[in-house]
T-cell receptor
Framework: LAKTTQPISMDSYEGQEVNITCSHN???????ITWYQQFPSQGPRFIIQGYKTKVTNEVASLFIPADRKSSTLSLPRVSLSDTAVYYCLVGDRLDNQGGKLIFGQGTELSVKP | DADVTQTPRNRITKTGKRIMLECSQT?????MYWYRQDPGLGLRLIYY???????NKGEISDGYSVSRQAQAKFSLSLESAIPNQTALYFC??????????FGPGTRLTVT
């Protein structure tokens, strides 16, 4: 499974766009990139998943360059409720290890008024 | 109602006691997982199951056992609890698009 590297923490203000970049230099051809959000004392929640180019849903956008060695989660106009830890994961949907997810330390996003 | 539920939500137990954490899901997923999370660390996989007949060890299975009683139920047991098993435990299921759905967690304290 490809290792991921993210910033440990980020600060932002309400209404700003936040971009969190994740490095995954050893990503394999069959790997997808998935982001999760976790609030204190709650289980992680799936945000978005992509393979290449750009994916957008009602919550966020995910930008993946052509070489796929990194990805950027973009949160538009953040609010205080977006304060959470964000995890970037890389893995093959059908891998023989049962699709287990390797969670790194994640990025702790703090949104201030 | 929540798709993935865990009981109990909080538990304090003593060293050497046997304890079981239970997980139920209504999503109809075959794949289920148990993780633990310690302060400042990410989630670490304890056990996972593809279906009721398939159980696999994760990266930190020592000191734990599991039982998959049915597609919807996956239990985690600590045979003889020790203080360094104090952690937040999460159960999760996996959907067809590889997304995982986590339960609310069980906060376990071993004294």
């Amino acid at each position: 499974l490809a290792k991921t590297t993210q910033p440990i923490s980020m600060d932002s203000y309400e209404g700003q766009e936040v971009n969190i970049t994740c490095s995954h230099n050893n990503i394999a051809t069959n790997d997808y990139i998935t982001w999760y959000q976790q609030f204190p004392s709650q289980g992680p929640r799936f945000i978005i998943q992509g393979y290449k180019t750009k994916v957008t849903n009602e919550v966020a956008s995910l930008f993946i360059p052509a070489d796929r060695k990194s990805s950027t989660l973009s949160l538009p106009r953040v609010s205080l409720s977006d304060t959470a830890v964000y995890y970037c994961l890389v893995g093959d949907r059908l891998d023989n290890q049962g699709g287990k997810l390797i969670f790194g330390q994640g990025t702790e996003l703090s949104v201030k008024p | 109602d929540a798709d993935v539920t865990q009981t109990p939500r909080n538990r304090i137990t003593k060293t050497g006691k046997r304890i079981m954490l239970e997980c139920s899901q209504t999503k109809g997923h075959d794949r289920m997982y148990w993780y633990r999370q310690d302060p400042g660390l990410g989630l670490r996989l304890i056990y996972y199951s593809f279906d009721v007949k398939d159980i696999n060890k994760g990266e930190i299975s020592d000191g734990y056992s599991v039982s998959r009683q049915a597609q919807a139920k996956f239990s985690l047991s600590l045979e003889s609890a020790i203080p360094n098993q104090t952690a937040l435990y999460f159960c999760a299921t996996r959907g067809d698009l590889d997304e995982q759905y986590f339960g609310p967690g069980t906060r376990l304290t071993v004294t």
